[in-house]
Nanobody, 121 residues
Framework: QLQAFGGGSVQAGASLRLSCVGSKRTSSRDGRAWFRQAPGKEREFVAAIGGNGGTIYSDSAKGRFTISRDNVKNAMYLQMNALEPEDTAVYYC?????????????????WGQGTQVTVSS
């Protein structure tokens, strides 16, 4: 129901923009979020955006990442600046049948397949 893309391999300090597009089975007003999972670690919250545009960020994302959405295109984006090796992970987008933003992984009802981001020092 969601498709994420835009990952890649970059040097520390570079920028990447991730995109996540929802299928026709999803509502463009659903709450959406980005999570990430590094090797050997649990999936963790990165940023969320509600259907009305309200946003939540993890401490590690604040000031460097910006989440946004285009409800006409049923799409969500994550602009990542000043990337660090610690940002290396598979990034997943998620959606929930509620238009509020949430940092709770368990509150999301459907997920994309993930896109790899690798940041080298």
């Amino acid at each position: 129901q969601l498709q994420a893309f835009g990952g890649g391999s970059v040097q520390a300090g570079a920028s990447l923009r991730l995109s996540c597009v929802g299928s026709k089975r999803t509502s463009s007003r659903d709450g959406r979020a980005w999570f990430r999972q590094a090797p050997g670690k649990e999936r963790e919250f990165v940023a969320a955006i509600g259907g009305n545009g309200g946003t939540i960020y993890s401490d590690s994302a604040k000031g460097r990442f910006t989440i946004s959405r285009d409800n006409v295109k049923n799409a969500m984006y994550l602009q990542m600046n000043a990337l660090e090796p610690e940002d290396t992970a598979v990034y997943y987008c998620a959606g929930r049948y509620n238009n509020a933003a949430s940092a709770s992984r368990g509150s999301y009802n459907y997920w994309g397949q993930g896109t790899q981001v690798t940041v080298s020092s």
